[in-house]
T-cell receptor, first 115, second 114 residues
């Protein structure tokens, strides 16, 4: 079974600085998707960034970028120029290409942004 | 375009009762997935429906069931409620259920079992 591990239950960063959240996963599949979702106190899950395993280029969305290391099964999220609105729980998630829409989530990392 | 809606937003039930939660996907979306979120177990996949058929099922007891209607709206039902069923229940929809499409989440239904 696929598993997703986030080893940092909590992280903090100063406003305007950069922070990196870690995620590792275990799978025997070669074709899959990886995601980072953000869940603010409102509990609304919001997709931050997505990576397709067959693409070697790391995904980037404005201030958010990933470091995807397929061989190491590592998928970290870098947030640059952190803003107060980035404070939230961040979840790493995995999805196989052939499993429909089923997502496997990590435990989450609570990010605090200090002014 | 309206987002995913879930009703009710909050629900309080007692042990032994049953409950039905509803999810209306984004217009045109045919896949609906359900997740349970608890502090102890995190986010766990319950099941996915696509075109009125259950396509995927997680490791939950038979007390948890669901269905999808022809308009893609989905309901999940939990019978014989237990204290451990207290959780935030999230549903997510995607346009074709295809592997490449983003899932959009609803705001969740907070279920409390007393």
């Amino acid at each position: 079974a696929q598993t997703v591990t986030q080893s940092q239950p909590e992280m903090s960063v100063q406003e305007a600085e950069t922070v990196t959240l870690s995620c590792t996963y275990d799978t025997s599949e070669s074709d899959y998707y990886l995601f980072w979702y953000k869940q603010p106190p409102s509990r609304q899950m919001i997709l931050v960034i997505r990576q397709e395993a067959y693409k070697q280029q790391n995904a980037t969305e404005n201030r958010f970028s990933v470091n995807f290391q397929k061989a190491a099964k590592s998928f970290s999220l870098k947030i640059s120029d952190s803003q107060l609105g980035d404070a939230a729980m961040y979840f790493c998630a995995y999805r196989e290409r052939t499993s429909g829409s089923r997502l496997t989530f990590g435990e989450g990392t609570q990010l605090t942004v200090n002014p | 375009k309206a987002g995913v809606t879930q009703t009710p937003r909050y629900l309080i039930k007692t042990r032994g009762q049953q409950v039905t939660l509803s999810c209306s996907p984004i217009s045109g979306h045919r896949s609906v997935s359900w997740y349970q979120q608890t502090p102890g177990q995190g986010l766990q996949f319950l099941f996915e429906y696509f075109s009125e058929t259950q396509r995927n099922k997680g490791n939950f007891p038979g007390r948890f069931s669901g269905r999808q209607f022809s308009n893609s709206r989905s309901e999940m039902n939990v019978s014989t409620l237990e204290l451990g069923d207290s959780a935030l229940y999230l549903c997510a929809s995607s346009s074709t259920g295809d592997r490449s499409n983003e899932q959009f989440f609803g705001p969740g239904t907070r279920l409390t079992v007393l």
